[in-house]
């Protein structure tokens, strides 16, 4: 070959890897699901403040205040279940601010109620990805043996925590005395009244929390018409 003699080759003409292609498009597909994300959080998170708005002045409470049942964080929840962790997380914030204008017991009423929801996003989370040690995948979280032991771990730490922040509120915030007369029982008072009450109500509230966003979401094949992650 004449060394004085070179060659353009034309870009279009040269083979780039697959792997080479695949990586330039993940940061494309990422921006996208990222996007997706928030804007499932946004619409579900204001579907859950017009649903609080309208449903508010009908859920019953008990004395002071603690609702028998509030259907807001099953939104909530199916933003988890459709559009992954990031996007349930971003739901609950936005539902909680949300509710601070007009819930009856805000500022407290809201964060206790993200405080008592947050837990069936995180633990679910946590919990796939420390048994797959993989990206989690609705797929996974589909699966009973996944979903129904991180879910009995968020009611048990729900209600841990809501017996020890209610106790403290009552006892050393507004110095309430508290009973179950909404059981029948005005003879239990105190720390035991707090006890029974925050169980039996956070127990109901979490069944609802656990079963209604799973059928809604994965028996109506919402996620594998979307299949956001």
Not at 56 to 81: K, N, Q
Request: glycine share 6%; hydrophobic share 50%.
């Amino acid at each position: 070959m004449d060394q004085n003699k070179f060659y353009i080759m034309d870009s279009s003409t040269i083979d780039v890897p697959e792997t080479h292609q695949k990586a330039r498009e993940v940061p494309k597909n990422s921006q996208k699901k990222l996007t997706i994300e928030i804007a499932g959080a946004a619409i579900f998170g204001a579907l859950s403040i017009a649903l609080s708005y309208f449903s508010t002045e009908f859920i019953p409470r008990v004395a002071w205040g603690l609702a028998y049942f509030d259907p807001v964080s099953i939104v909530w929840i199916m933003a988890f279940l459709i559009f992954g962790f990031r996007a349930g997380i971003l739901t609950s914030f936005i539902g909680t601010l949300g509710l601070m204008p007009f819930d009856p017991f805000a500022p407290i009423g809201p964060l206790m109620k993200f405080g008592s929801t947050v837990w069936f996003i995180l633990i679910p989370y946590l919990y796939s990805r420390l048994l797959l040690k993989s990206e989690l995948s609705g797929k996974d979280i589909k699966k009973l043996r996944i979903y129904i032991p991180s879910a009995i771990i968020a009611w048990l730490i729900r209600c841990i925590l809501m017996t020890i922040l209610n106790y403290l509120l009552l006892t050393y915030m507004f110095h309430m005395s508290v009973d179950l007369e909404w059981l029948g029982f005005s003879q239990i008072t105190g720390i035991w009244a707090i006890i029974i009450t925050v169980f039996i109500l956070n127990t109901i509230q979490s069944l609802f929390d656990i079963i209604v966003p799973y059928v809604l979401v994965f028996s109506t094949k919402i996620y594998d018409r979307f299949q956001i992650y």
